[in-house]
């Protein structure tokens, strides 16, 4: 390799001089194969940001109405007070008779719960089923009490209120626009709301929302947490702790921890929702795959490119061997070429491919400004495209560099 000696530095200036003038001295087939890398990261970026944007939007959309841990009374289980004499004793469990479990001395615990890291907030609530009647309508129903200052906490009832106020007051209620709309209800109206302890009360409608869930918006009723406590005859208690977490996707771990510093039981989203999980599994897959193939077609565009450029260029090879130029400069000048094709055609499909994106994401806006398409520019791995496509086309330099390499400067000059 004639390396060239500058102040401080090695430069191999010819070798680069070289690689250049191989490129530029045929414009139409330098520029088709740059076009082909260009396309290839198109494709590359958008799979990206289609798939990943599409799991974001799945997982914010099932989340987002979700704790992310639910802290449970753990279930009680029966003791054998006497040992048995001989044998084995087998005991039957009934579930539906056994005592109900509600977790008392919760504000202590609510404390060591959103003190632990990574949890962003801890809402006490009592859970229980009941339901309305109005006239000859009788709609079951999900009560949800909880304290006015945590109505939005879990599920973002504020931001999808459609009428009313999002404010809890003992004896109001916030109901789902479906639940409305079934029973003929606005604000300000009265509805005879019955619990599963039997117990009744009238609540006064406060608002109505609509978060983007059917079940929510068809089911559930949010009502102060003394007035639940009341309707579900706890005294002073509540059924659960729901607890939503900085890193969604730390839910395993932390739930597991905060089973231990709390002795409840503990329930997370992913476990919850492992056909979520495997459907997103799924579709990350068949995005690596269009990947990879984008890469291929790359690899073979490259090494197709120089492979024809070293069998047209032997007589010039020929002449440098003679003049001794060494088979380490011939295989450098190759890769050279691989590598530049790589980094200009990515980094010119990079940009390419987010302009794309954005511009998918632009025209496929709706009125409610979500996009049509769950395309997320940010999530389209263009750094990671650009240094696959790089080091790719620089392997794909190797088998053209050999060949040229072996070419034979006593056969060429005879010729």
């Not at 771990?253 to 089973?259: D, E, F, K, Q, V």
């Amino acid at each position: 390799m004639a390396w060239q000696f500058g102040r401080d530095r090695l430069k191999p200036r010819f070798e680069i001089t070289v690689a250049w003038r191989y490129l530029r001295s045929s414009p139409l087939q330098t520029g088709l194969i740059l076009l082909g890398i260009v396309v290839g990261i198109l494709v590359y970026t958008f799979m990206a940001a289609l798939i990943n944007g599409l799991a974001k939007r799945l997982t914010n959309d099932v989340v987002g109405n979700l704790a992310h841990v639910t802290l449970e009374p753990p279930e009680r289980v029966p003791a054998l007070l006497l040992p048995p004499a001989e044998g084995r004793t087998q005991v039957a469990v009934q579930r539906l008779n056994q005592q109900r479990t509600e977790i008392t001395g919760w504000r202590q615990l609510v404390t060591t719960i959103a003190q632990t890291p990574g949890v962003t907030v801890a809402v006490p609530q009592v859970i229980g089923n009941g339901f309305i009647q109005r006239g000859e309508k009788i709609a079951p129903v999900a009560i949800t009490g909880c304290e006015p200052e945590n109505l939005s906490a879990i599920i973002d009832v504020a931001g999808g209120l459609v009428r009313g106020l999002a404010t809890l007051a003992p004896g109001e209620a916030l109901i789902g626009a479906r639940l409305a709309e079934e029973l003929g209800v606005t604000t300000g109206q009265r509805l005879q709301v019955q619990s599963e302890r039997g117990r009744t009360r009238a609540l006064m409608i406060r608002g109505i929302f609509d978060v983007g869930s059917a079940s929510v918006n068809e089911r559930v009723v949010f009502v102060e947490l003394g007035t639940a406590q009341a309707l579900m005859d706890l005294q002073g208690s509540v059924t659960q702790i729901a607890v939503k977490l900085r890193d969604i996707f730390a839910a395993q771990p932390l739930a597991g921890r905060l089973a231990g510093s709390t002795g409840l039981e503990a329930k997370n989203w992913i476990d919850e929702n492992r056909r979520l999980q495997e459907g997103l599994r799924s579709q990350g897959m068949t995005g690596d795959l269009i990947k990879i193939f984008s890469l291929m077609v790359i690899i073979i565009g490259v090494a197709s490119k120089l492979l024809l450029s070293a069998v047209r260029r032997s007589p010039e090879i020929g002449i440098m061997r003679s003049m001794g130029v060494s088979k380490g400069s011939i295989i450098f000048i190759f890769l050279l070429q691989g590598w530049l094709l790589g980094l200009l055609g990515s980094s010119l499909g990079a940009g390419v491919g987010w302009f794309f994106c954005e511009f998918l994401r632009v025209v496929t806006l709706r009125p409610d400004g979500r996009s049509g398409l769950p395309i997320d520019p940010a999530q389209g791995e263009y750094g990671l495209a650009i240094v696959l496509a790089t080091l790719f086309s620089t392997l794909a330099a190797i088998l053209p560099a050999r060949a040229a390499a072996k070419v034979d400067p006593v056969e060429v000059l005879h010729q």
